[in-house]
Structures are given as C-alpha cells and as structure tokens.
C-alpha cells in the first residue's frame, strides 16, 4: 500500500521557522507530482504548494517568498520549508502524492501551530 508519512509540525513563534518532511512508501507507479496542503479549523484544504516530476512549482499566493518545497527522488520525500511564519499558517498540514497510475493518496496530517 501506498503510505505517507509527515513529520516536523510543532509550534513555533511568529516569524519562526518549520521545516516538514513527508517520506513515501509502497510506491511502485511513477510519480507525477508531491505536494502540502493545510487545513484550518472550520475551512476547507487548500493548497499550500506542489512539485511536480519536471519540477514545475507552484505555490499559493499567502506563502510566496516565505515557503520553499523541494524533493529528495531517490527517496520518495518531499519537504516544506516554512519561513516567517505568521498565526494564519496555523493548521494541519497534509501531504500528497499524484501518482502516474494510481492517483491521489494523501497522509494522515502534522500539526503546525504558530502562536507566541
């Protein structure tokens, strides 16, 4: 079975800094795309950012200049460094994988609060 594990979520002051990690398992499809989502209390998930095989990019406009996504392929890992954080990025974050074949599957979520 496919599995996503996410790790690196705590709480962190504003302006602090995160960086989440989310390790893929039972892969046996090409992927097409890693990314985060996050969801806060009450609202829907949102995208947060994406890296696809090609390395195309994509991030939501609220982290622009402060989130960097990046893929480690030989290790199927995808991670999210979260820079200046501000209480609105409080939320779990969720990571997924777009597979060639398979389609989406998505983990179980990590915890980010910012808070002083």
């Known amino acids: 079975q496919v599995q996503l594990v996410e790790s690196g979520g705590g709480l962190v002051q504003p302006g602090g800094s995160l960086r989440l990690s989310c390790a893929a398992s039972?892969?046996?499809?090409?992927?097409?795309?890693m990314g985060w989502h996050r969801q806060a209390p009450g609202k829907e998930r949102d995208l947060v950012a994406s890296?696809?095989?090609?390395?195309?990019?994509t991030y939501t406009d609220s982290v622009k200049g402060r989130f960097t996504i990046s893929r480690d392929n030989a290790q199927n890992t995808v991670y999210l460094q979260m820079n200046s954080l501000k209480p609105e990025d409080t939320a779990v974050y969720y990571c997924?994988?777009?597979?060639?074949?398979?389609?989406?599957?998505w983990g179980q979520g990590t915890q980010v609060t910012v808070s002083s």
């Open positions: 997924n994988v777009v597979l060639r074949r398979r389609g989406v599957h």
């Open positions: 890296i696809t095989l090609g390395t195309r990019i």
């Open positions: 039972g892969i046996d499809d090409s992927i097409f795309s």
